[in-house]
């Protein structure tokens, strides 16, 4: 009895487990169900299509890349054909910024797309349909790249975000094609012989580091048409041209190279300089003319105008200076700006001449008797800084006696005896120290000349100057 007790208890058991477990597998198919119907009606329709899925290459049952690519066979430290003739890489570069310029580090920073192509038959694999396969970074370092590096670069980094900016595409008959994004700062040699009415010529320059021309022959892939670029705007300079050239570079210890340039012609805009520099020497400039208008007398007026151009023409020369190089030859705006500085000073010292030449002035008269010991100076001047007669009791001349010789045939070379009288004023050429006492005795004179003559001056010296550098 209490057998057939307890196997009815261990049937009833038995049945329990069994409806409980098959509860949960039917839940889970419905589910699976669901998931799946979700999924083929988003994409196919509410179709599921098992053949696609059982076509899944990213599924472990088929072959990895790495298999399939068969990288474990192969030491990919040696080059394709190692041993034989020169791998040829091809290079295709498409230029996507210049980033910027710089006068004073004498360099530039340039981003760029930097593709190679070669053929290495260890990688090639067996394809129905001819389709490439496509990597990133992390089968790059699996297998053999060119060495590539950029000549005179001070600094460049491959871009990361959010991934390494590195693709990888293999051929099935092994073709590959390797792909970067790259930014490099690189040197430029600059001349600023006619700065900033320059024209710059530089250069990117590409050469293996490791394979000379017996191992590696590195070639533009397109020829010229192997380098394009994007539209680029630069704000201090105009892009006239880029082209594409090769040629070979030797070194002592490891023989000849092949090396791929990059260049471009960077023409100056003027506007910038033009607004910030050259109009306001042109305006300091004349200002310091405006002196030779000033009374003579006026000398607060005049001192304070000249010293306040020599210092605002000096600060323009130091805030151009500091952002150049310290290059050990003249530049076109040092020409500029030291000969307009040279306009600035000789009018100061214009006025320090006209200052001592009026000083003497009176100081004859005054030992003359020619200026009155009651004479007031500052109201007998006037607006042009001359004295008036009127003003000043000068003594007259004596008049001239009459000549003996009526006859005007009559010559002293036919009376020898008969010596001009009293009074006869002869004709001769004035001595050089006599047209300085001439200037001294007429000190306004100065301004005079100095009026017409400082324009005209700085006048033919911009005529020349923007003919010979513009």
């Not at 053999?144 to 005179?152: L, N």
């Not at 036919?414 to 047209?435: F, V």
Request: hydrophobic share 40%.
């Amino acid at each position: 009895m209490k057998v057939d007790v307890l196997a009815c208890l261990a049937l009833a058991a038995a049945s329990l487990v069994v409806m409980v477990t098959g509860g949960r597998s039917t839940g889970r198919r419905k589910h699976k169900k669901v998931f799946l119907g979700e999924n083929s009606k988003f994409k196919f329709g509410g179709r599921i299509d098992h053949k696609l899925k059982r076509q899944d290459s990213t599924k472990t049952l088929l072959i990895k890349s790495e298999q399939l690519l068969r990288i474990e066979e192969h030491d990919f430290a040696m080059r394709p054909g190692f041993g034989g003739a020169a791998i040829p890489v091809g290079i295709d570069v498409q230029v996507e910024s210049i980033d910027g310029i710089s006068e004073v580090n004498m360099d530039f920073t340039i981003t760029l797309y930097l593709r190679h192509y070669w053929k290495d038959e260890r990688l090639a694999f067996p394809s129905r349909n001819n389709q490439s396969r496509t990597f990133d970074s992390r089968l790059v370092k699996k297998i053999w790249v060119p060495d590539v590096f950029f000549v005179h670069s001070k600094r460049s980094f491959i871009h990361d975000t959010t991934m390494e900016n590195i693709m990888l595409r293999v051929y099935p008959d092994g073709n590959i094609l390797y792909s970067v994004r790259v930014t490099v700062t690189a040197l430029c040699s600059m001349d600023f012989s006619s700065f900033p009415l320059d024209t710059q010529n530089c250069s990117l320059e590409l050469e293996s580091y490791a394979y000379n021309e017996n191992d590696l022959m590195l070639y533009w892939k397109n020829g010229n048409d192997s380098l394009r670029t994007d539209e680029i705007v630069l704000s201090q300079f105009f892009i006239e041209h880029f082209h594409a050239s090769s040629g070979l570079a030797f070194y002592s210890s490891t023989g000849w190279y092949n090396r791929l340039f990059i260049n471009f012609i960077l023409r100056r805009h003027i506007f910038f300089f033009m607004l910030q520099t050259y109009f306001p020497t042109m305006l300091m400039v004349v200002l310091s003319w405006v002196s030779f208008w000033i009374d003579r007398r006026a000398v607060p007026a005049r001192v304070s105008l000249g010293i306040t151009t020599v210092l605002t023409m000096s600060t323009i020369i130091t805030g151009v200076s500091s952002s150049m190089p310290q290059v050990s030859y003249v530049k076109a705006v040092d020409i500029y700006l030291w000969t307009s500085f040279l306009f600035v000073f000789l009018s100061v010292i214009e006025y320090a001449a006209v200052n001592y030449c009026t000083t003497l002035e009176e100081m004859r008269k005054m030992k003359r008797g020619k200026i009155p010991s009651t004479f007031n100076a500052s109201q007998a001047m006037a607006f042009d800084g001359c004295f008036h007669d009127n003003d000043i009791e000068l003594t007259p001349f004596s008049r001239m006696a009459p000549t003996l010789t009526s006859d005007p045939r009559t010559s002293p070379t036919q009376n020898p005896d008969i010596r001009p009288m009293e009074g006869t004023r002869l004709r001769r050429q004035r001595s050089l120290r006599e047209n300085v006492d001439l200037f001294v005795s007429n000190s306004y004179m100065i301004d005079s000349y100095s009026r017409l003559a400082f324009p005209l001056s700085y006048l033919l010296f911009n005529t020349i100057y923007w003919s010979l550098y513009s």
